[in-house]
């Protein structure tokens, strides 16, 4: 029977982590192989395989050709000895997923009905919700090792505190829900998750110096520097949204004015469509939505999808300001890549066609021809894949 890993949020220092963490990463290796990557000598690996093998968390694949002498075994990581629940919460519903091991997302439920409000009710409700996918599954609770969370906002992911949403007294978030739920908790930015979900295995190849567009109501960015996911000083990096780029009078959900939230998001987005509507404007949602503050953002992105012309109109002028923001993180940057996720996303060549427009306007030539731009291939998957790796991180020490 598997034996569940000790978690510890120390850095790895276990050798039988270090070298689980070689066959998460690599995938199947030989033991000569496994040898020269973790600077460990063959007889000390072998010991250590076997022992992983006797934990049921590693498993001998049998032998592969060679091209003479004898033919060396492959090992590689069981994908059942381990499991790890991403939690994805958006503003009115939440993302779950359960991966193994080796990555692979086992059990998927989307767009389940959640309202984020920064209540004690609401964040019930998401332990409820979590409780209940737990119950769901059908694989052995022992073998969950972690349960990884996405908030939008300031998270300390060090320490487990939310700044934005629960912050109703001094104790981690984490270990509120951790209480709850039964498993170890770890809290994340929900756009440095999906972020980290699109750098592991969505369109981001060999590139290592990326950003990542998180635009829905809110907008971020995840940041990738050298390889490495980059969280800022006190890890509050990619604060996109509030960047104070307009000379307007309109109060962001911060608390400033002018940031490029309140004119280039979802929530910029919706005020903007309710008011077109309350001066009279036409669109198709009028004959089914009577109170323009009812119409959400999702309302309108079906609208565009359905060629509502107000619908379209909004979304290419929260595209071109986009555009503006996004050149000008690409003149300080200057990355290989830049990929674009997130719900507004879904409006496709109406929003796609504006940003890049805006970019090539407004960033400099010489820096944004070494750019590339592309859409996010994960989708809704992003942070659900990006929560469970994070988890499966810091669990193994990676």
């Not at 076997?50 to 592969?64: F, M, Q, T, V």
Request: with cysteine; hydrophobic share 40%.
């Amino acid at each position: 029977m598997t034996r569940p890993l000790h978690i510890s949020g120390k850095k790895n220092t276990d050798p039988k982590k270090t070298l689980l963490g070689h066959f998460v990463r690599t995938g199947d290796i030989t033991i000569p192989e496994l040898s020269k990557e973790a600077n460990i000598s063959v007889p000390k690996v072998t010991v250590l395989v076997n022992e992983l093998i006797r934990d049921g968390l590693i498993r001998d694949y049998g032998k592969i050709e060679s091209s003479g002498g004898r033919r060396p075994n492959l090992y590689g990581a069981v994908p059942e000895s381990a499991f790890f629940i991403g939690v994805d919460v958006k503003q009115n519903h939440i993302n779950l997923g359960l991966s193994d091991l080796r990555q692979k997302l086992v059990t998927v439920s989307e767009k389940v009905p959640y309202m984020l409000e920064n209540t004690p009710e609401s964040l019930q409700a998401l332990c409820n919700q979590i409780i209940t996918f737990i119950n769901g599954l059908s694989v052995p609770r022992e073998r969950i090792l972690g349960v990884g969370i996405n908030l939008s906002g300031r998270i300390n992911y060090a320490t487990g505190h939310s700044y934005s949403y629960f912050h109703f007294d001094e104790r981690p978030l984490s270990s509120i829900v951790e209480a709850e739920v039964g498993i170890p908790v770890y809290l994340e930015n929900d756009s440095r998750a999906m972020a980290f979900g699109e750098f592991s295995m969505g369109v981001v190849e060999n590139e290592k110096d990326v950003l990542f567009l998180n635009l829905d109501y809110g907008i971020a960015v995840g940041i990738l520097m050298n390889g490495q996911l980059y969280y800022g000083k006190s890890g509050y990096a990619g604060e996109f949204g509030h960047m104070p780029i307009f000379n307007n009078e309109l109060i962001c959900r911060c608390g400033k004015k002018g940031c490029l939230e309140t004119r280039a998001s979802g929530w910029a987005l919706t005020r903007m469509f309710r008011e077109k509507l309350r001066e009279g404007s036409s669109s198709a949602l009028s004959s089914r939505i009577v109170n323009p503050d009812e119409v959400e953002m999702e309302d309108i992105i079906q609208a565009a999808l359905a060629d509502d012309v107000l619908a379209i109109e909004l979304i290419a002028e929260i595209g071109e300001n986009l555009g503006r923001g996004i050149a000008a993180l690409i003149n300080v940057f200057n990355p290989e890549l830049v990929v674009f996720g997130g719900s507004l996303m879904a409006t496709g060549e109406y929003i796609w066609l504006p940003i890049k427009t805006s970019v090539n306007k407004y960033s400099l030539s010489l820096v944004n021809n070494d750019t590339q731009l592309k859409i996010s291939k994960l989708g809704e998957h992003a942070g659900i894949l990006g929560a469970c790796l994070l988890v499966r991180n810091r669990v193994l020490g990676l």
